[in-house]
T-cell receptor
Framework: EADIYQTPRYLVIGTGKKITLECSQT?????MYWYQQDPGMELHLIHY???????EKGDLSSESTVSRIRTEHFPLTLESARPSHTSQYLC????????????????FGPGTRLTVL | SQELEQSPQSLIVQEGKNLTINCTSS?????LYWYKQKYGEGLIFLMM?????EEKSHEKITAKLDEKKQQSSLHITASQPSHAGIYLC???????????FGKGTRLSVIA
């Protein structure tokens, strides 16, 4: 079983609040990712990191920001939440060199379901 | 950019029936990953295919990748209620980039 954790699992907040979604993994993986999943099931990559102090924006434009100060920790922050941010947020990690030279399997956390009122 | 088409979008089958889910890529794949997701939870890795013509099985689930490495299918034999969930295929373009996912197939298994 993958050792990747997300907190909180559920969050209901009001518009304008600042929030941070936590993601931690204990596998020592260098690569970490944030996906946003809409009700139609599709996953959209919003941020990723290939190591400490490395962050990149994904394919879906997002008003969130991320940081990677420690290998195991990849938090996502929304400075001012809006109803359009209501979604499921999934964190994942991978490290091809640790599992197999040709594998890029991503291990997923349980997700955070965010509702902004 | 990489695009993955999954079909069908949703599927309702009677328990004990076989079913197939398809995933088609707009580009030749470096690797193709199949995941399963239960509602409101994270994704669980099922199988990964990398070689053209490759086929892998786990319990009653078989995944295949065509020779051109652009199409994959996931076949479930004798479906059970435990197979219900969302199945997503993920494309790996180079072995070193984030996976791109299809829109998913929602499977319901009725008694």
């Amino acid at each position: 079983e993958a050792d990747i954790y997300q907190t909180p699992r559920y969050l209901v907040i009001g518009t304008g609040k600042k929030i941070t979604l936590e993601c931690s993994q204990t596998m020592g993986h260098d690569k970490m990712y944030w996906y946003q999943q809409d009700p139609g099931m599709e996953l959209h990559l919003i941020h990723y990191s290939y190591g400490v102090n490395s962050t990149e924006k994904g394919d879906l434009s997002s008003e969130s920001t991320v940081s990677r100060i420690r290998t195991e920790h990849f938090p996502l922050t929304l400075e001012s939440a809006r109803p359009s941010h209501t979604s499921q947020y999934l964190c994942a990690s991978s490290d091809p060199t640790r599992t197999s030279g040709s594998y890029n399997e991503q291990f997923f956390g349980p997700g955070t379901r965010l509702t902004v009122l | 950019s990489q695009e993955l088409e999954q079909s069908p979008q949703s599927l309702i089958v009677q328990e004990g029936k076989n079913l197939t889910i398809n995933c088609t890529s707009s580009k030749t794949l470096y690797g193709l990953y199949w995941y399963k997701q239960k509602y409101g939870e994270g994704l669980i890795f099922l199988m990964m295919l990398q070689k053209g013509g490759e086929e892998k099985s786990h319990e009653k689930i078989t995944a295949k990748l065509d020779e051109k490495k652009q199409q994959s299918s996931l076949h479930i034999t004798a479906s059970q209620p435990s197979h219900a969930g969302i199945y997503l295929c993920g494309a790996d373009n180079s072995g070193n980039t984030p996976l791109v996912f299809g829109k998913g197939t929602r499977l319901s298994v009725i008694a």
